[in-house]
């Protein structure tokens, strides 16, 4: 059974339409290397392997698995060039999935570990982002 920390799945499956439309309209960052050809390869095996699955937790394990191949070189970005990120909405992702965590009714790896995870890759970037961006103004 589903509970309120539904609502953050739904919240980040509209987020990520809404950045892969922007992406295909021409926004975004578009210097690709071999990081990111081979994430964007193991995440599209790690969603066949969520779409063939019948049990719920492990898909819910290789659709977790898929986001972050999807988000390494995000996190690899952010500590290269720390300014290519705004960690504000990162952090703001990682409190609302800290506030699913504690909304949450049913306790149990089907409701807790998606919430769980976009804490801690959300909370990485924003972080990564924010002490960059201090340490490198510090070099200056």
Known sequence: GASWS???LIGDCIGTSAVTILCLAGYG?????????ACFGLAVAAIV???VTRQPVLAIFFAVLADF?????TLVKARRDPWSEMPVGYLMISLGSLLSLF????FDAANLLFPGYLLLVNAAIGLL?????????NCA
Do not use: D
């Not at 960052?29 to 050809?37: D, S």
């Not at 982002?129 to 103004?137: F, M, P």
């Open 6 to 8: 539904l609502v953050l």
């Open 29 to 37: 960052y578009k210097k690709y290397g071999r990081l990111e050809l």
């Open 49 to 51: 392997s969520w779409q």
């Open 69 to 73: 191949l999807a988000s390494f070189p």
């Open 103 to 106: 909304s949450t009714t049913i």
């Open 129 to 137: 982002a924010l002490t960059g961006r201090r340490s490198k103004e």
